[in-house]
């Protein structure tokens, strides 16, 4: 199925009545909250959203989208990489009233005339965040300060020892725990 490339905004009853299908490639510019977090190998975010009215005369935008951020795994503060596929249905209403009156499965996109498809890229993506981000287990990277260079370290001094981290020596210990558990 071919599609037009995704625009900024949107017609909504021009998009409804021809069952419109916008599909492209968003990256930091089109995406500001995100500029930070796209990964620099892979920074675009490929969405599609496709405009119709369901048997109930409600117009809808199906939102799929996929591509990659990078987040800090809370186990060792280190870049992850995590994948998000957000998919949903938006009910296409003109204000909060109406909102409440969508029937379950349809999110509200508060919208009338036109509708910023950049914008709800965003939004979607921001929902689709996780709360916290792991590596999968066992496969995080054990703390820097474990294997110091020594030719980069003795130049340095004692300013540079004073900074380490006290408990890196007991996070590497209960690391090597969670792998014996395994
Ligand atoms: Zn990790």
Redesign the pocket.
Known sequence: MSAAPLPNRVNIRKAVTRSARYSGSLGAEQLPQFAELLDPRAPLINVTVEFGEDEEGQQFAAVEMQGSVVLE??????P?VCELTPDSRLGIVPDDEQAKQLSAGLEPLIAVDEVDLWEVAEEELALALPVVA??PQG???PPKSDRPSRSDNEELGSTDKASENPFSVLSSLLESNDTKEK
Do not use: D, G, I, W
């Open positions: 795994c809370q186990r060792c503060l280190q992850v792991y590596h496969e995080c990277e």
